[in-house]
């Protein structure tokens, strides 16, 4: 039996979630029905400035013309006003008097303009801007009368403006702020696009309050002002902003904030079966006045309906938008004005151009931009601003395309010859990479993937990106992957988590059946494993194939295919017992060489596979965990041991780190240390988490330490006054960490992403509640523990590697 | 052309990669997790990589050296930049035993 879908709205929202539940076969499980009290199909409300303008035709806007609807089977009520949904019954019901019955019900309201409290809004020639009629009804004004006043100086009122700028009014802005478009732009760039506008021929007030539409028989003739000044005009449009559509929900007994409140699920808090996109939603606190949330929330709204992906969650949209005042080019996206006192802004102006730039850059990132009259650097700090990119060290690269590539390095890739090594650890040419492009790789994952370049340290990666970009220029593309998790499964990392829990999906081979349509991707199996297992513990189901080598024999694969084995030393603290069955293990299996690791741990390189269980057996010592993404050491010092500055018992620390959290998995390698005082021997302060003692008998945490190819000193996480609070708090982090970060992310990217004021509010202050549950989830993690080289053998990989068979038929060739 | 019996198919875990020797030649043999088998040269070409210690998954393996990546079927590189693997016939036969041709 199909199910009936009603729709209540047919504008942006509305029409799009139907087309995306059309393509996700909604047909078959819906009846669907929609209202609109507009009396078309559906048409792109944001191309109305240029129908004002004349630079389109109403006809040249539908999106969905009423004959989609029919071919379709959707039944369209158009001109029909939904007056009330009554949620017991489940019907809703028209102003025509028609009645539909409905099993899942979604409100697409929009907003309407909002009318400020003034005098002689009824009379002839007052108008809002908002529907294709309302531009109809202006256009239809027009004739015979010279001045018009717009009453708004925002986004919408400007392009107002402009429109009937172009349909030869005189054309004044009366706005209430001291600059125009207050919400998008600073005060510089307000100022700035007001004397692009004013060289158009707009007149601008600004600081005037409108308190009354002044008239004569009925019609329009002028605006008084609170200050007492008056203005001329023979018609007005107010546009003064909008309100989300909420009557209707109200009235219905569903809760209303500022607009109608939905959850991730966007649906109702109060029901089940009702949902709300677009405009007239709510979720997060957050109302929208642009398509793109709106988008995202549709397809959202579209896999939950269609059972496509009935776990998918809506999680707020970033907003950067194009937009576009007829003949003047502004991107803005993020924040408008830097916050905190770290935020760097970089600007660039030039009034006479029209030309504004800003980015607000906070650890490194972009939180915001706005960009006046260059529509150019527009798509690169997009996504730069959308995949929360690091920026570049000379920040006027943000701003200019210098050497008219992209920023400097673009320039000096260029004049590199094709033998150039650009990939060290893949030994990948620019002639490779530039090959590859031509061949048709034309995203950063697909070029990286194809070549293998980036793939090793990632260093390289930024010169990869360039040289892309120089050969395919505007073919670039973006993938929606990079925001997945793994790539196999179009997931990112939280609704993944979502959909395992919900399915509960303990295995890796249930993941790619369930979410992934059965298909296998070698590229996702580790990391899906180290997800499962952090999520399940004992309950994960473990499937060795899912593995990578290193982890299916607990040793570290190298470059002629034996085996390096570090068995674990706690804190670095060794004795002779354990150094000569070390030398004893080495002599009999033919260690190529013996050595003692940045780690403070002993290294026997050139183990043949096949030896590995008897020389775990014969050292008899836990593995010291040098492969796996998991904790590895706990680097120490001597601290008040025998050191003659030691303030703290950075060895006892150590060793009790390391026994607390030896093999605990993890999105990436995770090595620690700790130090008696800060002269920092141990380098704790690089660390991915460090531990340092000062006077005064304190520790002070660090996270998000690097000393690899890139160098980073780790961010104080909080001080403490004993080794059990250090144990906690450094717990409590390896769990957020294990959680939140996405995998082959290490703590110093995962930090700066998130942020350390973030990490400290979860981690130190509890905002979020969760403190007790991360020390209990990562305490079961210890619990889990279990030394892999006490595992019985996986026979299939340690059977002697290569079995001489019996020629069962030895046949000549061809026969 | 000779032939090899390798014993039964559990031989090989599912879906992983086992090194076995046929004579002077060692060659890999491979079952994926839908339980079809493959057989392919025992080292990479870009460094001698042991394939069978590769991640296998659907008709793909990924070298545990440097990560190229070979389609199974066709012995073809998909990721990377090298020859193509030599491939070699291989069945089950009604006894559920595996039947290398080399
Ligand atoms: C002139 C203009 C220019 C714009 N320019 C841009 C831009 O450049 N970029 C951008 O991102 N955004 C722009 N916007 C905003 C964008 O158009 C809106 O964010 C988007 O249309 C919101 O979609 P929605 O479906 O939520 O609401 P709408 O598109 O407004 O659709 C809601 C529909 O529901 C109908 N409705 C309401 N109540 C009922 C009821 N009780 N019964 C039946 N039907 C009902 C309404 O009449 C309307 O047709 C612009 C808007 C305007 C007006
Ligand atoms: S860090 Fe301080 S306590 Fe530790 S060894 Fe160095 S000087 Fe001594
Ligand atoms: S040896 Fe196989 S990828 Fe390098």
Redesign the pocket.
Do not use: P, Q
């Given at each position: 039996m199909k199910k009936k879908l009603v729709v209540?709205?047919?504008?942006?929202?509305?029409a799009r979630l139907v087309e995306e539940l059309l393509l996700r076969g909604g047909k078959e499980r819906f009846d669907i029905v929609m209202?609109?009290?507009?009396p078309y199909g559906n048409y792109n409300?944001?191309l109305?400035?240029n129908v004002l303008a004349g630079a389109h035709d109403p006809k040249d806007i539908f999106i969905n013309p009423l004959r989609w609807y029919e071919e379709n089977n959707i039944t369209l009520h158009a001109g029909?006003?939904?007056?009330a949904v009554d949620r017991h019954a489940k019907i809703v019901r028209g102003d025509n008097g028609g009645v539909e019955p409905y099993d899942d019900v979604v409100f697409?309201?929009?907003?309407s303009a909002f009318v400020p409290r003034m005098e002689g809004t009824a009379q002839e020639g007052v108008f809002v801007?908002?529907?294709l009629d309302d531009c109809d009804s202006i256009l239809k004004y027009i004739p015979g009368r010279k001045t018009a006043a717009v009453i708004g100086g925002g986004l919408?009122g400007l392009?107002a403006a402009r429109g009937l700028l172009q349909r030869g009014m005189n054309v004044h802005v009366v706005h209430l702020m001291n600059h125009l478009m207050e919400l998008q732009l600073d005060r510089t760039a307000g100022g700035i696009l007001q004397r692009t506008l004013l060289q158009m021929g707009l007149r601008i007030h600004l600081e005037k309050a409108t308190c009354e539409i002044l008239g004569q028989d009925g019609a329009v003739t002028g605006l008084r002002f609170q200050d007492g000044g008056t203005l001329d005009c023979d018609m007005v449009v107010v546009s003064a902003g909008i309100r989300p559509?909420t009557q209707?929900a109200r009235e219905a007994g569903l809760t209303v904030a500022r607009g109608i409140v939905v959850g991730d699920d966007l649906a109702s808090p109060d029901d089940p079966h009702v949902f709300a996109i677009?405009?007239?939603s709510e979720h997060a606190g957050k109302t929208?006045?642009?398509?793109?949330p709106?988008w995202d929330q549709a397809r959202v709204l579209a896999e939950r309906l269609s059972a496509r992906k009935p776990g998918a969650t809506y999680h707020g949209s970033r907003v950067a938008?194009k937009?576009?005042v007829m003949g003047v080019d502004l991107a803005v996206m993020g924040e408008r004005e830097a916050s905190t006192e770290n935020d760097e802004e970089v600007t660039y102006a030039e009034a006479k151009r029209g030309v504004y730039k800003k980015v607000i850059v906070r650890d490194g990132r972009i939180v915001g931009a706005i960009l006046l009259g260059d529509p150019e650097a527009a798509p690169g700090l997009v996504q730069s601003f959308d995949r929360g990119a690091e920026v570049p060290e000379n920040r006027a690269e943000l701003l200019f395309r210098l050497d008219g590539g992209d920023g400097r390095a673009a320039a000096s890739l260029e004049s590199l010859p094709d033998e150039a090594q650009i990939c060290n650890c893949n030994g990948i040419s620019k002639g490779d990479i530039l090959r590859a492009v031509r061949g048709g790789a034309r995203s950063l994952k697909v070029l990286c993937e194809s070549t293998r370049a980036g793939t090793g340290c990632g260093t390289c990666k930024g010169d990869v990106g360039a040289l892309l970009e120089l050969a395919a220029g505007d073919a670039v593309v973006e993938d929606p992957s990079v925001h997945y998790y793994v790539p196999g499964v179009p997931l990112p990392k939280p609704e993944l988590v979502e959909e395992i829990r919900a399915r509960g999906l303990t295995s890796v081979s249930a993941v790619f059946r369930e979410l992934a349509g059965g298909k296998e991707d070698t590229a996702s199996k580790p990391g899906l494993a180290s997800l499962l297992k952090t999520l399940w513990g004992k309950e994960y189901v473990d499937e060795r194939d899912a593995r990578f080598i290193n982890d299916r024999v607990h040793a570290n694969i190298q470059r002629d295919a034996t085996f390096s084995v570090i068995p674990r030393i706690y804190g670095g603290v060794t004795s002779a017992d354990q150094l000569r069955k070390i030398a004893n293990a080495a002599d009999k299996y033919g260690a190529k060489m013996v050595k003692i690791t940045g780690g403070q741990r002993i290294d026997l390189l050139g183990i043949k596979k096949e030896d590995l269980p008897h020389v775990w057996r014969d050292l008899d010592m836990p593995s010291g965990h040098a492969y796996s993404k998991a904790f590895r050491t706990c680097k120490t010092c001597v601290g008040t041991d025998f050191c003659r500055y030691g303030v703290g018992d950075s060895t006892g620390l150590g060793i009790a780190i390391e026994e607390r959290f030896q093999g605990i998995e993890s999105p990436h390698k995770m090595k620690l240390a700790t130090a008696g005082c800060p002269r920092n021997c141990s380098e704790a302060t690089t660390k991915d988490i460090g531990a340092v003692a000062t006077s005064g008998g304190t520790w002070e945490i660090y996270v998000g330490g690097a000393a690899g190819s890139r160098v980073r000193k780790g961010d104080i996480l909080c001080t403490v006054d004993s080794h059990d609070s250090v144990l906690r708090y450094m717990g409590r982090f390896m769990q957020y960490y294990r959680e939140n970060a996405k995998y082959l992310e290490r703590t110093y990217d995962f930090v700066e992403r998130v942020g350390i004021e973030e990490v400290r509010k979860v981690v130190v202050d509890d905002v979020e509640g969760i403190g007790a549950r991360l020390d209990a989830d990562i305490e079961a993690s210890v619990q889990a523990y279990a030394d892999p080289w006490k595992e019985v053998p996986h026979v299939t990989q340690f059977s002697e590697k290569l079995e001489p068979l019996e020629p069962v038929l030895a046949r000549a060739s061809g026969e | 052309m000779s032939t090899w019996n390798l014993g039964s198919v559990e031989r090989i875990a599912l879906g992983e990669g086992r090194t076995f020797r046929a004579g002077e030649l060692e060659v890999a043999v491979f079952r994926t997790r839908a339980g079809e088998l493959f057989a392919t040269q025992a080292q990479c070409p870009h460094g001698q990589g042991p394939l069978a210690d590769g991640i296998v998954g659907a008709a793909r393996v990924v070298c545990p050296l440097h990560a190229y990546t070979f389609d199974l079927r066709t012995g073809c590189v998909t990721q990377g930049a090298c020859d193509t693997l030599r491939t070699y016939p291989v069945e089950v036969s009604s006894t559920g035993e595996v039947i290398l041709h080399v």
């Open positions: 209540i709205g047919n504008g942006m929202a509305g209202f609109g009290d507009e409300r944001i109305l400035s029909v006003r939904v007056v697409a309201l929009g907003s801007f908002r529907t919408l392009e559509n209707l677009g405009e007239c929208y006045g642009l398509v793109a709106l938008t937009l576009k | -």
